[in-house]
Nanobody, 117 residues
């Protein structure tokens, strides 16, 4: 059983930065593809960034290079560094782990990010 615990959300002014963290319990990164999603009010959940077990990264085109995903295998933690935040980045951000071998996906509880004008 994989458990994900997110932290780092909060209220920030437009142009500011936040770093989200997601600690993974019950598995190791070599077995997982890690991904950050977000869901804004009234909108569908969307993928923001993904990092493979080998460290390859992929981002949503709409981010314009403002976000960066990384992982620390020693801490079993994946991060999402968010810079130059905009009000439209306001959403609940979720960490997800997909087990490579089985395809099963686990979700964190979500962390709220609110960007004020």
């Amino acid at each position: 059983q994989v458990k994900l615990v997110e932290s780092g959300g909060g209220l920030v002014q437009a142009g500011g930065s936040l770093r989200l963290s997601c600690v993974v319990y019950g598995s190791i990164f070599s077995e997982l593809v890690m991904e950050w999603y977000r869901q804004a009010p009234g909108k569908q959940r969307e993928s923001v960034a993904r990092i493979s077990s080998g460290g390859d990264t992929h981002y949503a085109r709409s981010l314009d290079g403002r976000f960066a995903i990384s992982s620390d295998s020693a801490r079993n933690t994946v991060y999402l560094q968010m810079n130059n935040l905009k009000p439209e980045d306001t959403a609940v951000y979720y960490c997800a782990a997909r087990v490579i071998q089985t395809g099963q996906t686990y979700w964190g509880q979500g962390t709220q990010v609110t960007v004020s004008v």
